[in-house]
Every structure is written in C-alpha cells, then in structure tokens.
C-alpha cells in the first residue's frame, strides 16, 4: 500500500510521536499530532542518544541540527562511591570511534523535532486532550473528534491506547526511586557518563549544552515509594541525605542542587498488542524501561522509523502493523530485561561479592578493554534504518 494520502493522527508530542510524524510525512502520509499541553516542550533533563537512535535522527535529515546541541561522549567512567579513581572505563573515543554516542536536553531534542515537523507540513495541535478511543476516532475532552486512517498512540506510560488494546494492567513498584536534577558544571566535568556505584545506590552524571552544566540521576532502594512521573518535586537535602557517605565529585555534584525531582520507578509488562484496526502503540506506550540503559529514547526513535517503514512496505495496513510488532518485540524486550538487570550490578552492598565484582570490572577494562566496549554491539551497532 501507498502512505501517500493516507491520514495518521498521533496523540502525543514528545519524542516518539514527533519522530513518527517525521518518518510518516516523509512517505507522503498526512500527518497530525495532538498533544494536550499548551506548547510542544520537554520539562525533562538529559539523555543519552546512543548510535541506534542517532541513525534514526540522521537518517530523518537531523544530524547536522543534533551535533549543534549535543555533547559528544567520550566514555563511559565506572566510579566507586567513597574511593577515588576509576573502577572500570569505557573508551568510546578510542574503540567506537565510528559511532555517535551524544549527550542533549530533551527540550533541544525535542526543538529540532518540532522545527522539523512543521516545515515538513506536520500539523500540531495543542490542549487536546483525549478521553476515548476507537477506530479512526479520537474523542476530545472539548466534545471534537479527530479522525484518521490510522490513530497512534504515542501517549507515554500512562496510555490511553495501551488499555484499549491491552486492557488495564498494573504495574509494580520495583523498591527504586530515582532523583533528577540539572547543576551548574563549575568543577569541570569532562565529556563523559560517570556512574558513582555505591551499597544500594548509585548515581550518574554527564555534561549538557557544551558542558555548561551537568545532569544528575539518583537512584536509591528503598521500602517506601514515590509516584510515578518527573514532575514531583522533593527537597534536595532529601537527596543529599540518601548519599551523605558518597565522596568526591559525586558530593560536589550532590551539594549544587538546587531543584530536584523525584518519582518512583515501576516496571510495567512489554504490551501483548501493539496494534488493532486502525490503532497501533508506540514507545512508552508499548514498553515503558527502566533509566538504567539510557535506552527509552532510542528505542522510541527506533519504533517510530520501523513503524513508518513497516506501513510503507505492506500490502495492507494490518500487514504492516503485525510486521512492525513482530520487529520489534524481541528486541525491546531484550534490551528491558538488560536495562532490569543494570540496577543490581550498580547496587552490590558490602562484602565479597561487591569486591570480586569491581575486580573483575577493572581487570576486563585493563585486559580486554575493545571487547569490554563492544560488548554492546547488539544494542548500538542495530540500526533500523540500514
């Protein structure tokens, strides 16, 4: 089938919903994107665009706009929480030269996405909140209906899309809260994504905006829980109490904060349906992550550009939507259960298991530090749009 002439309407604004508008215009699909705020915008910090999502952005025509804003990383730094020195280091610069692994504010990432939809002819349109789903319907909270060809829900963990073609499913608390927080870069934080693993705690920072400042993600273990969500905010010496014993720049960075979010991190089910008539999932939607692979943006990106493909290599739509799925399930769900399994290696407490497993980090950096990089081939070197 032809995309050319076909009418998509994709509720959501942020990154999935933006890429998607992107791929589907560019195969001549006439493309809205509803979104419920009163302007496009990210209120989030950081993130990390990895070589798989940047081939979507490159491959969309953003890689010129994107290395304007974007901080290029140079490793990946793994810190014990108390001692100085490394622990282990992944030397991007020296053993995935060839690959782009940048550092950007959402609210950048997701500028250079709006500038692109518009001029591409994407209509946007805010404050439309959506109160019902069925095929080639959205309902609005202002009474009005928007109707598509093809309605996609790109409408984040809380999807309205998700439970119309999943039902209701809840998600659980996985004893994790993570704090976020953006601080002043006054100690000179170099190119890199440094992981400060502490007993039951970690955090992580990188530099932004040509390193003029520094993004910080806390994540601590703990009984109580925190909603779900970034815009809950919490008292930064809440924070700075849950990491009193780390030591040095992990402190520094600690003691800047001025502003800080916290909420909880839950992990829901990978969606068993991804698509019905008329109705297909998206990102967060389908798959919400876990921060602990810096993958939930790429993987957006990722669908976003499958999902496009898909449609425009089929001879139905349904033919498209099930092959979209069937692509990209085993991987997102791979690369979940990684993301799950990051935490505990950040968290090992007290003992010889902690000790045996630093060592065995340092030694495989020192021994066999190419294979250490390249051991995520699987995940970075993937690219959709090949």
């Known amino acids: 089938m032809s995309l050319t002439g076909l009418d998509i309407v994709i509720v959501g604004g942020g990154i999935a919903g933006l890429a998607a508008a992107l791929a589907l215009r560019a195969r001549g699909a006439n493309v809205c994107v509803l979104e419920q705020a009163d302007a496009i915008r990210e209120v989030g910090a950081g993130l990390q665009i990895s070589p798989n999502g940047f081939a979507v952005l490159d491959a969309l025509g953003l890689s010129n706009a994107l290395q304007k804003v974007a901080t290029r990383a140079e490793a990946v730094s793994l810190r014990d929480y108390r001692r100085s020195g490394e622990v282990m280091r992944l030397d991007l610069a020296r053993y995935a030269a060839d690959q782009q692994y940048l550092f950007l504010h959402r609210a950048d990432l997701i500028a250079l996405l709006v500038e692109a939809a518009r001029a591409a002819g994407v209509e946007l349109r805010l404050l439309q909140e959506v109160v019902r789903v069925e095929q080639g319907k959205v309902h609005l909270k202002t009474g009005a209906v928007a109707r598509g060809d093809l309605i996609i829900g790109a409408d984040g963990v809380h999807s309205v899309f998700r439970g119309v073609l999943n039902g209701q499913t809840a998600p659980f608390f996985t004893g994790q809260v993570a704090w976020r927080a953006l601080v002043d870069n006054r100690t000179g934080v170099p190119n890199e994504a440094r992981v400060f693993m502490g007993p039951g705690r970690h955090v992580v920072s990188y530099p932004l905006r040509q390193g003029q400042s520094v993004n910080l993600v806390a994540v601590q273990?703990?009984?109580?829980?925190?909603?779900?969500?970034?815009?809950?905010?919490?008292?930064?010496?809440?924070?700075?109490?849950?990491?009193?014993?780390?030591?040095?720049?992990?402190?520094?960075?600690?003691?800047?904060?001025?502003?800080?979010?916290?909420?909880?991190?839950?992990?829901?089910?990978?969606?068993?349906?991804?698509?019905?008539?008329?109705?297909?999932?998206?990102?967060?939607?389908?798959?919400?992550?876990?921060?602990?692979?810096?993958?939930?943006?790429?993987?957006?990106l990722e669908d976003a550009w499958v999902l496009a493909d898909a449609l425009d290599g089929a001879t139905r739509m349904e033919q498209g939507l099930a092959t979209y799925q069937s692509r990209r399930r085993d991987r997102v769900v791979r690369v979940i259960e990684t993301a799950n399994g990051n935490a505990w290696k950040y968290h090992l407490r007290f003992g010889p298991l902690r000790r045996a497993a630093h060592l065995a980090l340092s030694l495989g950096g020192r021994v066999a530090p190419a294979r250490v990089v390249r051991q995520f081939d699987w995940l970075y070197r993937h690219d959709v749009t090949a």
Do not use: S
């Open 221 to 300: 273990e703990r009984a109580d829980w925190a909603a779900e969500g970034w815009h809950h905010q919490d008292d930064p010496e809440n924070l700075r109490a849950a990491f009193a014993d780390f030591r040095g720049p992990a402190a520094d960075l600690l003691a800047d904060v001025r502003q800080v979010g916290l909420w909880g991190l839950f992990r829901h089910p990978v969606a068993e349906r991804w698509h019905g008539e008329g109705l297909a999932l998206l990102g967060d939607a389908a798959h919400p992550t876990l921060p602990f692979l810096a993958q939930g943006a790429n993987m957006a």
